[in-house]
Structures are given as C-alpha cells and as structure tokens.
C-alpha cells in the first residue's frame, strides 16, 4: 500500500486543521493506520491509531481530547481533526499502516508539515 499525507499548512494557536492520508495499491481495509508525528530535533512520536473495521482508536497523551483520528475504507482515506491546536504541536505529520495481525507500521507516507505559531 502507498500513503500520501496531506493537508498541513500554518496555523495560529487555537485553531483548527485537519490532515489526510490518502491510500493507494492493496485494499485499505487490510491495514491498521496510524498517524506520527516528528517535532524539529526530535524523534518520532505517536499521535493516533485506528484498526481496519473503526472499532478502535488510540491516542498518544499529548494529543488526547484534542485530536480525533478517523477512517474512510470505501474513499481509501484516513483522517486526522486537530483542534486547539498548539505551538508544540508543530512536527511534520506522517500517516503509516500497519498489517492486519503484524507488530509494526511497515509502511510510511511523505509527511506533511503543520507549523502552529502566532
């Protein structure tokens, strides 16, 4: 499966965006997706997961309660709702996908940046 993120751009603190993760290759339901982040001089961080069927989501601490990751399996998209968004939330954002049953996000997207600065 190929992943593209997209949907970052500069924002202020307090707003709102919300990224995409557009699918392409073998059916997207096959996978588990996940959203990471990766803030400047630093390493990678988990944001968000959700299993193939949307029966469960995961959150990463920071971004709990402000963050919704969701999924389309018929449009081959996942989604990612930022809101209240924060300077420290400024990272390039990268979509991934995991095999249904595997332990590890094998395939990765091109990030997209979201910068969140007054």
């Known amino acids: 499966v190929q992943l593209q993120a997209s949907g970052g751009g500069l924002v202020e603190p307090g707003d709102s965006l919300t990224l995409t993760c557009t699918a392409s290759?073998?059916?997207?339901?096959?996978?588990?997706v996940g959203w990471f982040r990766q803030a400047p001089g630093k390493g990678r961080e988990f944001v968000a997961r959700i299993t193939w069927d949307v029966a469960n989501t995961y959150y990463g601490d920071s971004v709990k309660g402000r963050f919704t990751i969701s999924r389309d399996n018929r449009k081959n998209k996942a989604f990612l709702q930022m809101s209240s968004l924060k300077p420290e939330d400024t990272a390039v954002y990268y979509c991934a996908a995991r095999n249904l049953g595997g332990d590890h996000f094998g395939y990765w997207g091109q990030g997209t940046l979201v910068t969140v600065s007054s």
């Open positions: 290759g073998r059916a997207f339901r096959n996978y588990n």
